[in-house]
C-alpha cells in the first residue's frame, strides 16, 4: 500500500468524502482479487504528539465534501482537478486506486471531467499515467479504447498491462543479449552495438567477414531508437520504438540452427532491414526458437512465423513461411506482456483481470510445457499449476529444454529437463510441472534467465544466483586456480564442475555494482557465454569468447573468461 494512500485515509477531511465500505471495490465490475482493508493498525495521534513545539492550536471541524463546508475549510469535492493531479503525480499502482475507490464514493462516481464525463477520479488518473507510457502515446483514440477493452474495460486494467509489460521486458531501457556466437547491446538512447562471430551478417554491418574486433555501433540505423532486440543463431531481430522490426543475418524465421528446412536455403542480409510483412503490426517483442519465431504486438497479441507444419503451433503453415499467424486458441483474448521461445516451444505471459498465467504451446519433450506430461501441444494452453501453488508469476523464461518464473512475491519455479541440475532442486531429475526452488526460500527474485541447461535468478538486492551446466565457466563459479591448473596440463573436456542446487555467484558480488539482468546463450549448438548488467549501464561478460561474443579481449590460446569483465560500453 502506496504512503500517499496511507496518507489520504489518516486525514480528517476523508471522514466525511461519503459512505466507507469495509470491502474492496475490484479494477473492474466483474473480478476481485483485492483483500478487505483494514485501518485499525494505523494509530490516531494528535498533533501535539508530532510537532514538539506548535506555533499555534486551532479547534478540529469536521470537514464536507459534498458542500456545507465553513468559510475557510478545503471542500474536496470543489476542487476535483486537484485530486486528480495529486493522484496522477504519485504514480500509484493500480491497486491502490483500486482501493482509493473502496474507500469512499467520491473516488468511483464520475469526475465530469473531459474526455470522458463518466469516468471516476481513479479511472481518470489511471487514463493519465497511460498516456506517459511510450508504447501508448502513439495509439489513436480507437486502439486505446480497444486496449481498455482487451484488458478488461477498465483504464486501472490497461495501465497494470502496460507496466507489466515495461517490468518483463525492460521496455524503453538499456539492454544486452547473449546470443549464439554473436552479442547485442542496446543503450539508453536506442543505439545498437554488436559483436562476436559475423558467419552470416548477423552482426548488420554490411559484409559477412569474421572480425575480432571490439563492440562496434551499427551505423545504417542513425535515427532509428531501437528499445528491444533478439538473437538467434546466425541472425538477429531489433524493434524500434516506433513498432518496426528489422532484420539481418540469415534471411528466414524459421531455419534449424544448423540445416535448412526450405527448399531454397536461407539468404543472407548484412544490415538491418525492414521486416515488410510486420509494418501493419506495432511490435514490441520478439523471440527467436528453433524452427520458429515469434513477435509481441503492443495489444498483447502473439504472432509466429514458420513451423506450422502439422499445426505445431496451432496454425497450418509452411516451414519457410515469411508471414506472421495469430496464436488463437486460449490466447485469442488473452493479452499478453511477455513471451519467451525455447527449442520448439514457446511461453507467454498473460495478464487477466483477476492475475497474471502462464501459457505454453510446442514440443513437451522433458515436460518442458509444465502441464504435468511429455506430451507436444498443437495450441496455447494454461499452466495450471501456479494457481495451486498460489503464485503469479510476474516475469517468465524459456532454456533450451527447461523454463523458469518469478512470481509476484519472489519465489522461483522451474520445470523441464533437470539435466545437470539446471532445475534448481538439488538433483538431475525431470519436473514436468513447475516447482519451487525451496533452496531460494530466503531470496526474493525479480528476475530469472535460462540457457542451454542453466539458470540464473537476480534478487531483489542485485545478488545473483546460477546453477546448472557448468561448461564454458558460464556460471560464473570459476576456480581460477584450477581452471590455470587444468589448461597447463592439458586437460580436455569439462573443467567446470555442475551445480545442482543455487549458489552465489561471488565473482559478481565482487563488482560492488547492483546487477539488474543477467543474459545468457540458449542455444544447444554454440558454447555459452553470459552477461550481467548493473543499474548504473555497466555491462560485465564472461563464459566462451572464442568468437568476440565476450566483447573483452582474451589472451593468446584463450577461448573463455571465467570471471566477469567489463565491456567497453557505456550503455546508459
Given at each position: 500500500m ?10 480528517p ?7 466507507a ?17 483494514q ?31 465553513c468559510?475557510?475549510?478545503f ?59 511510450a ?9 486505446q ?18 507496466l ?26 536506442g ?19 569474421e ?6 555501433l551499427i551505423?545504417?540505423l ?14 538477429t ?79 497450418q ?17 488473452a493479452?499478453?506482456?511477455q ?14 483481470p ?46 533450451a ?19 545437470y541440475?539446471?532445475?534448481?532442486h ?24 535460462t540457457g ?11 545478488d545473483v544466483y ?26 580436455q ?8 542446487s ?8 565482487q ?10 546463450t ?21 563464459g ?29
Amino acid at each position: 500500500m502506496s504512503l500517499f494512500y496511507v496518507f489520504l485515509k489518516s486525514q480528517p477531511f476523508l471522514s466525511s468524502l461519503g459512505t466507507a465500505e469495509p470491502l474492496a471495490v475490484p479494477m473492474d465490475a466483474t473480478t476481485s482479487e483485492t483483500a478487505p482493508i483494514q485501518f485499525h493498525t494505523i494509530p490516531d495521534q494528535s498533533v501535539s504528539s508530532i510537532v514538539t513545539n506548535p506555533a499555534s492550536t486551532f479547534p478540529l471541524s469536521k470537514h464536507h465534501c459534498f458542500g456545507e463546508s465553513c468559510p475557510g475549510e478545503f471542500p474536496l469535492a470543489a476542487n476535483p482537478s486537484i485530486v486528480l493531479h495529486v493522484l496522477t503525480a504519485c504514480n500509484l499502482d493500480p491497486k491502490d486506486l483500486a482501493k482509493l475507490e473502496a474507500t469512499c464514493s467520491f473516488f468511483r462516481q464520475p469526475a465530469n471531467f473531459a474526455p470522458d464525463y463518466e469516468l471516476s477520479i481513479s479511472e481518470l488518473a489511471a487514463l493519465d499515467m497511460c498516456r506517459k507510457r511510450a508504447i501508448f502515446k502513439p495509439m489513436t483514440t480507437e486502439q486505446q479504447q480497444g486496449l481498455k477493452q482487451r484488458c478488461g474495460g477498465s483504464w486501472k486494467l490497461a495501465l497494470r498491462f502496460l507496466l507489466a509489460g515495461e517490468a518483463c521486458c525492460r521496455r524503453e531501457k538499456f539492454l544486452a543479449i547473449a546470443g549464439p556466437g554473436h552479442s547485442i547491446a542496446v543503450t539508453s538512447k536506442g543505439a545498437v552495438y554488436s559483436f562476436g562471430s559475423n558467419s552470416s551478417g548477423q552482426l548488420g554491418h554490411g559484409t559477412t567477414e569474421e572480425e575480432s574486433r571490439p563492440p562496434r555501433l551499427i551505423r545504417s540505423l542513425q535515427g532509428i531508437r531501437i528499445i528491444q532486440a533478439a538473437a538467434g543463431s546466425g541472425r538477429t531481430m531489433l524493434i524500434s520504438d516506433a513498432g518496426r522490426v528489422y532484420a539481418f543475418g540469415k534471411d528466414s524465421f524459421g531455419e534449424a540452427e544448423y540445416g535448412v528446412q526450405g527448399a531454397q536455403g536461407a539468404q543472407v542480409v548484412t544490415t538491418p532491414k525492414l521486416v515488410e510483412s510486420l509494418k501493419d503490426i506495432f511490435v514490441v517483442q520478439a523471440a527467436i526458437g528453433n524452427f520458429f519465431t515469434a513477435v509481441l504486438s503492443r495489444e498483447g497479441r502473439v504472432y509466429t512465423f514458420s513451423w506450422g507444419s502439422e499445426s505445431r503451433l496451432g496454425h497450418q503453415t509452411e516451414p519457410n513461411d515469411l508471414e506472421p499467424r495469430p496464436l488463437t486458441g486460449a490466447l485469442e483474448n488473452a493479452p499478453v506482456v511477455q513471451i519467451a521461445a525455447g527449442y520448439c516451444y514457446l511461453l507467454a505471459l498473460a495478464c487477466h483481470p483477476n492475475g497474471m498465467s502462464v501459457y505454453s504451446v510446442g514440443c513437451g519433450l522433458g515436460g518442458k510445457l509444465g502441464h504435468g506430461s511429455r506430451t507436444d501441444e498443437k495450441h496455447p494452453r494454461l499452466i495450471e499449476q501456479f494457481q495451486i501453488l498460489n503464485l503469479q508469476p510476474v516475469v517468465v523464461a524459456a532454456g533450451a529444454w527447461h523454463a523458469a518464473i518469478v512470481g509476484r512475491d519472489g519465489r522461483v519455479c522451474t520445470w523441464g529437463w533437470g539435466r545437470y541440475g539446471c532445475l534448481g532442486h538439488g538433483n538431475e531429475e525431470c519436473e514436468s510441472s513447475p516447482k519451487v526452488v525451496e533452496a531460494l526460500s530466503n531470496v526474493k527474485a525479480v528476475h530469472v534467465a535460462t540457457g542451454d541447461y542453466t539458470t540464473f535468478v537476480v534478487s531483489d538486492d542485485g545478488d545473483v544466483y546460477s546453477f546448472g551446466c557448468g561448461e564454458s565457466a558460464s556460471l560464473g563459479h570459476n576456480n581460477g586456480v584450477a581452471f590455470a591448473a587444468a589448461a597447463a596440463d592439458g586437460e580436455q573436456g569439462n573443467r567446470h564442475p555442475h551445480i545442482l542446487s543455487p549458489e552465489l555467484v561471488t565473482s559478481l558480488k565482487q563488482i560492488n555494482e547492483r546487477v539488474v539482468q543477467i543474459s545468457l546463450t540458449n542455444s544447444i549448438y554454440w558454447n555459452a557465454h553470459t552477461f550481467a548488467l548493473t543499474e548504473s549501464g555497466k555491462l560485465y561478460a564472461f563464459g566462451a569468447g572464442d568468437k568476440g561474443q565476450l566483447g573483452v579481449e582474451l589472451m593468446a590460446n584463450q577461448t573463455e573468461r571465467g570471471n566477469p569483465e567489463r565491456v567497453d560500453i557505456d550503455l546508459n
